[in-house]
Nanobody, 126 residues
């Protein structure tokens, strides 16, 4: 069992930055990858980034590549999502999720992930 808790969401201005955190607890040794997803009102959940635990390989969706950066602190069992150059279309609930079954390399399909956090709201004003 893995528990995930997101934090760091809030209100940002157009062009601003926020850093989200995803703290993992439980049987973290089983985690192959952590993914970040977001869901805006009336839209489907979108995978935006993931990181492989074995080698810190990262992957980004086109919508965030060059603006967002995923990283992790192994000692703290925490994965971060640094979000820069924020746009109003980045407004969404952001979720992190853990993959314990699929393995390497990570991918952005939500069905590939097994445990989910509760989400944190990010709102970007224009």
């Amino acid at each position: 069992q893995v528990q995930l808790v997101e934090s760091g969401g809030g209100l940002a201005q157009f062009g601003g930055s926020l850093r989200l955190s995803c703290a993992a607890s439980g049987v973290t040794s089983n985690i192959n990858a952590i993914g970040w997803f977001r869901q805006a009102p009336g839209k489907q959940r979108e995978g935006i980034s993931c990181i492989d635990i074995s080698d810190d390989r990262t992957y980004y969706a086109d919508s965030v590549r060059g603006r967002f950066m995923i990283s992790r602190d192994a000692a703290k069992n925490t994965v971060y999502l640094q979000m820069n150059s924020l746009k109003p279309e980045d407004t969404a609930i952001y979720y992190c999720a853990s993959d314990i079954v699929r393995g390497y390399p990570c991918a952005l399909g939500s069905s590939l992930y097994d445990y989910w956090g509760q989400g944190t709201q990010v709102t970007v004003s224009s």
